[in-house]
């Protein structure tokens, strides 16, 4: 829906009317055959039908693009009324700035901002509001530390509030202790089938060099009694040689 035509001051072009709902063009679109729409009219018009509302020639979402840059200057030079006009504010300003003057204005009505209060106020009156309202919250007079609402006043125990959070802090204690005794299981666990791991491979290296020593052993026996049987061949060969 476009903005009701009712609040700009002077007149208003023809042509920066929505073809559909016949107020003034908000966030625009156009369709080839040169026709303007808001862009929520056109697409919901759209949904139900395939061209222009205006002439009937055959349109498609694809098609639609931006507004003439002469048009949308036009548009935004149109003068109007800020729309808490009705509550007291007097602000006439551009299209192309109402929409940051009525976030800020001080006529608009907000919502309370306290958890349960369902009261609408002028952004101006909030302050007074939140002095008084019955949803306000403020700390403990009695020292406990807590944060009450006024409408919880009468039912408010310090004690009995101080030993719910007690138990809330017990309770949460515990579970952390607990969660930590499982993380320190657990890595004692990993540490564990680490080691029983670590010390597997060892004693398989153990036994591999154990095999190596006893081989070597053997090549040694071996080649002491090779030497033992070439020195008595040398021993042999000399009495031979002797002899001859």
């Known amino acids: 829906m476009g903005y009701d035509i009712e609040r700009f001051v002077g007149y208003v072009n023809e042509g ?3 073809s559909i709902c016949r107020d003034v063009l908000e966030d625009p679109l156009q369709a080839p055959c040169e026709h303007a729409f808001c862009t929520a009219c056109i697409h919901g018009w759209l949904v ?13 979402v694809s098609l639609l693009r931006p507004l003439y840059r002469y048009m949308k200057n036009d548009l935004n030079r149109l003068q109007l009324h800020c729309r808490n006009r009705e509550y007291g504010c007097e602000m006439v300003c551009s299209l192309e700035s109402i929409d940051r003057h009525e976030r800020e204005c001080e006529y608009s009505q907000i919502p309370c901002s ?11 009156n909030l302050d007074g509001h939140l002095a008084v309202c019955e949803y306000r919250s403020r700390e403990c007079p009695n020292g406990c530390g807590f944060t009450i609402l006024s409408a919880e006043d009468t039912q408010h125990n310090c004690v009995a509030e101080l030993r719910t959070e007690l138990e809330l802090l017990r309770s949460e204690m515990i579970c952390r202790v607990e969660e930590a005794k499982h993380e ?5 666990d990993s540490q564990r089938r680490h080691m029983v791991q670590k010390e597997s491979i060892l004693q398989n290296e153990i036994e591999e060099l ?8 053997s090549d040694v026996r071996s080649l002491m009694a090779a030497e033992r049987q070439h020195r008595q ?5 000399e009495l031979e040689k002797r002899e001859l």
């Open 16 to 18: 920066l009317l929505c």
């Open 114 to 124: 306290n958890a349960g209060c369902t009261v609408q106020i002028e952004r101006r």
């Open 233 to 237: 061949e040398l021993e042999q060969a």
């Open 48 to 60: 139900h039908h395939s061209n222009c509302p205006e002439d009937r020639q055959v349109i498609d």
């Open 184 to 188: 320190m299981e657990s890595r004692l």
């Open 210 to 217: 154990k095999s190596q020593m006893s081989r070597m052993m």
